[in-house]
């Protein structure tokens, strides 16, 4: 008589995981370590437009203004969510894929709808004072002038990231902490 054989059990994949937040929250770091946990790739949506672009984040400013800017970010998060799609339900498509997002592409409709359609938004919300130690003396961010200006940005896009999918909130957790606590927030959701 035969046996009967449970079926293994696979855990369901992870939905591509767009992380949020204003520039300085750590998006690049904890996304890359993310992945690293997973065994997922990663995406670093501005390093992306700017390979595709030739030239670094400000030097497209510098020529083409915010405006110009925007639409070329528009642009290469289409053809990022295009691909996902495409790939769904292949070998491909069940890679964990984590893409990290320049402080205001969320903050545009037309983005946000790309990724509620594409997958899950994760907010790394962290406090202003914890994002504006990091940005003095940073990267050279073409959108931080002075702390008023960035006071002024973060006050406009923190209610567009609240309607994010999920929130973490960033205190001093190591990137590697805060990879785990996503990864909590997400089978918590899964569960509900």
């Known amino acids: 008589m035969p046996t009967e054989r449970t079926p293994a059990v696979t855990p369901d994949p992870l939905p591509p995981i767009f992380l949020i937040g204003f520039m300085g929250s750590g998006k690049t770091t904890v996304g890359s370590a ?24 400000p030097e497209i400013f510098e020529a083409e203004g915010e405006e110009g800017f925007r639409r070329r970010e528009h642009a290469v998060l ?12 292949t070998p491909v498509g069940e890679i964990p894929t984590i893409i990290a997002l320049g402080g205001g592409a969320f903050a545009q409709t037309v983005n946000r709808d790309l990724i509620n359609g594409t997958g899950t938004s994760v907010w790394l919300d962290a ?6 130690s990091r940005l003095v003396g940073g ?32 205190r001093n957790q190591r990137p590697e902490a805060l990879a785990g606590e996503i990864l909590r927030i997400l089978a918590e959701a899964k569960k509900a």
């Not at 289409?78 to 339900?89: A, F």
């Not at 406090?127 to 504006?132: K, N, R």
């Not at 609240?162 to 960033?170: K, L, M, P, T, W």
Request: with cysteine; aromatic share 8%.
């Open 127 to 132: 406090p202003f004072d914890v994002l504006l």
């Open 139 to 170: 990267f050279n961010r073409p959108l931080f002038r002075n702390a008023a200006q960035a006071q002024k940005l973060y006050n406009e896009r923190h209610p567009l990231y609240a309607v994010a999918d999920h929130r973490i909130e960033i």
């Open 78 to 89: 289409k053809e990022i969510c295009r691909r996902l799609e495409l790939e769904r339900g």
């Open 34 to 57: 993310l992945a690293s946990r997973v065994g997922g790739r990663f995406i670093d949506l501005d390093e992306r437009i700017s390979t595709e672009a030739g030239c670094t984040i």
